[in-house]
Each structure stands twice: as C-alpha cells, then as structure tokens.
Nanobody, 123 residues
Framework: QVQLAESGGGLVQAGGSLRLSCAAS????????MAWFRQAPGKEREFVAA????????RYADSVKGRFTISRDNARNTVYLQMNSLQPEDTDVYCC????????????????WGQGTQVTVSS
C-alpha cells in the first residue's frame, strides 16, 4: 500500500510555470506506475500524464504535450509534473495516482490517490 501527498500548486499568470510534486510512502515506490490527473468542480477527472514503473515510459494528454513533463525520482519516492506555458484552461485540482499492477490513461486503472493540489492560472 502507498500513500500519496501532492504539493506545489498555486496561482500563476498565463505563460508561467509550476512544478508539482507527489511524495509517496512505502518501500516499493519504484514498482508503482504513477500518473497525474486533473479535475474541475462538476467535471470528470481528466488524464494528464503517466509514467510506467518498469522502463519509465511516459504518456501525455494531447492538451499538455510539449508543455508538461512527468518524471520520477525513485530514490526520493517522488513523482513530478513540470508545467510550462500554463494557460487559464489548465486551472484545476491536480491529483497524483499510483498502481503496482497496471498503468494507462483511465482513472479506474489506479488504486491509490492523493488529495490533490489546486492550480490556478490567471489570464
């Protein structure tokens, strides 16, 4: 089992950058695939990016390709989301997710979730 805690959210102007962090508990973090999702009130959870545990393969939503980068530091039990060229439509609560058995673009794949961190981009 793993517990996740996000940080790094905040208020930024359009065109700015933020780096989100997701710290995981547990000794087997390196065996978990990790992902970031985002969700606005009243809307469905949206996939942002994922990184597999086995070879560090990454996948991104089309809306963030070229702007966001997911990475992981297994020594620090942390996954990051570097967000550049932020736009007002990126405003959401960003949550990280983990799973030891599978990975993908669908939220149902992931068994473990953090509480989320708010990202607000002003125009």
């Amino acid at each position: 089992q793993v517990q996740l805690a996000e940080s790094g959210g905040g208020l930024v102007q359009a065109g700015g950058s933020l780096r989100l962090s997701c710290a995981a508990s547990g000794r087997t973090f390196s065996r978990y695939s990790m992902a970031w999702f985002r969700q606005a009130p009243g809307k469905e959870r949206e996939f942002v990016a994922a990184v597999s545990w086995s070879q560090g393969v990454t996948r991104y939503a089309d809306s963030v390709k070229g702007r966001f980068t997911i990475s992981r530091d297994n020594a620090r039990n942390t996954v990051y989301l570097q967000m550049n060229s932020l736009q007002p439509e990126d405003t959401d609560v960003y949550c990280c997710a983990a799973d030891p058995r599978a990975w993908g673009l669908e939220s149902f794949v992931y068994d473990y979730w953090g509480q989320g961190t708010q990202v607000t981009v002003s125009s």
